[in-house]
């Protein structure tokens, strides 16, 4: 899971953390420039740190808490910190770490895209979408094996990254659809919703490569219900880019809430690698809270 000042900024800073997420435990076929023991051993020792991470983040919450029912998520009294000081990108991700997109609000950092290039059949899942692709396509131009499907709602197909380019345009499927925790999706429902694994099972996929989440709010909601439906088996996925929103007037502007819903995320095997601020948010909305981060898993 990336990581400000503004609301929209600082929910894209911990999509970032979040965002950029790499997911323990999914073997892969491909060669790695190293042995597999080197890989286990230097995974062992990240895990190591990310432990001790996790005591002083314990250590932060009873300072400023005691508990963390009672930590504000953004105080406003000459308090030196915000939530996001709780979620930091603890985990090195054990491969190259490189811009994929514009290098503003769009772009995303990944990790070990040079083990998705040289596969066959790659999948990119993209939820929302807004108008502009150019994370998207950048994938599809280094990886000329991958598909990508992106759900959006609000828009009716990808930005002009991927529609003004033929040879990326088919290998690229889009759908109006919205991301939930629940299926809802009869001709009464609008917008339509569907659950990743639904999508999934009617895409006839079992692994994800690359999932990038950017739904303003919704992630926490479709993202746990993701997880508990695995019931703690490995998750179907290789990395999360998501973007994380505690807006002011929502109901997870609550620190316990989203520490609950973090750790849902760790327990599954996810380790933030990266974490970005959305400084374009904080600089449209001058005095707006950090309230957007991305977060690389």
Request: aromatic share 14%; with cysteine.
């Amino acid at each position: 899971m990336s990581i400000v000042r503004n609301p929209r900024l600082a929910l894209c800073f911990l999509l970032l953390v979040f965002v950029s997420f790499f997911l323990l435990g999914r073997p892969s076929s491909l060669s790695l420039p190293f042995s597999h023991g080197a890989l286990r051993e230097q995974l062992r020792l990240e895990e190591q740190h990310y432990n001790e991470m996790l005591k002083e983040r314990a250590k932060l919450i009873e300072q400023w808490g005691p508990t963390p029912d009672k930590v504000d998520p953004f105080p406003s009294n000459g308090e030196f910190y915000t939530i996001w000081d709780f979620f930091v990108p603890s985990f090195n991700c054990p491969h190259r770490i490189q811009r994929v997109g514009i290098m503003g609000d769009g772009g995303k950092w990944v990790c070990g895209l040079e083990r998705i290039i040289p596969k066959r059949k790659c999948v990119l899942y993209s939820f929302g979408i807004n108008g502009e692709s150019s994370f998207e396509a950048d994938i599809l131009k280094a990886a000329p094996g991958c598909d990508v499907y992106g759900y959006d709602f609000s828009v009716k197909s990808f930005g002009p990254e991927i529609e003004e380019v033929p040879t990326l345009k088919e290998r690229s499927h889009f759908f109006s659809f919205a991301l939930g925790p629940k299926d809802a999706h009869s001709p009464a429902d609008d917008p339509k919703m569907y659950t990743l694994r639904t999508l999934m099972e009617q895409n006839g996929h079992d692994f994800i490569d690359i999932l990038k989440i950017d739904i303003e709010g919704n992630e926490y909601d479709s993202l746990a219900a993701f997880i508990d439906s695995f019931d703690g088996m490995p998750l179907p996925f290789g990395q999360l880019q998501i973007e994380i929103h505690v807006f002011q007037d929502q109901p997870w502007n609550d620190f316990g809430k989203v520490l609950k819903w973090w750790e849902k995320l760790e327990a599954a095997g996810l380790r933030p690698f990266y974490s970005e601020s959305n400084l374009v948010y904080t600089n449209l909305i001058r005095g707006a809270r950090p309230e957007l981060i991305e977060v690389g898993d």
